[in-house]
């Protein structure tokens, strides 16, 4: 089966990962459970998430040392400790068999990523390049928006147009005072 080793943080559509939101109906008093799948937030520097650990844990003043790693599959578990995801893999995972190789190519050509070497030299993670991509094209003005914006521009110049006419119009028929 593809196995993979997280080299930086993700968040990974796993099995079994649910939120659950629980009512209770007020007529029959019955309660209500709904799962919802949510992505789970693993990252490979917080030992909490670690599904494999190596070598031994030191305490040195409050604080253990140990390494460890954290391994996501596909399909079926080649280890107990593996975490099942669901989709694609990303720069950020590095294959560990012929199988998760041969996916990470063929992912690496679809989804058309940079050479790991290209981003991780930067400093930059895969996130980061992402988040640069969706601000870059949110930054986009489409022809149509540039279209209704002129329009909108020019409504809003006859409506302030009509607001002065309406004001001299009310100042002619109002009574005037004498004092």
Known sequence: MARWQLTE????????????????????????????????????KDPSCWTHKSGIDITLGGNAIADGAIVVCQGEKVDVKD????????PGMHPLDDE???????????????????????????ADTMMEKL?????????????????LGETLALLAQVTVQNAELIKQLSPRRVV
């Open 9 to 44: 943080a993700h968040y990974l559509p796993v099995e079994d990962c649910f939120w659950e939101q629980a009512e209770t109906d007020r007529e029959t008093g019955r309660r209500k459970i709904r799962k919802h799948p949510v992505p789970m937030f693993l990252d490979p």
């Open 83 to 90: 975490l099942v995801f669901i989709g694609l893999p990303t």
């Open 135 to 151: 601000a870059d094209r949110s930054s986009y003005v489409s022809p149509e928006f540039e279209a209704m914006q002129k329009t």
């Open 100 to 126: 998760a190789r041969e996916i990470t190519a063929k992912a690496k050509t679809e989804l058309k990523w940079k050479d790991g070497g290209d981003f991780y030299a930067e400093g930059k993670t895969y």
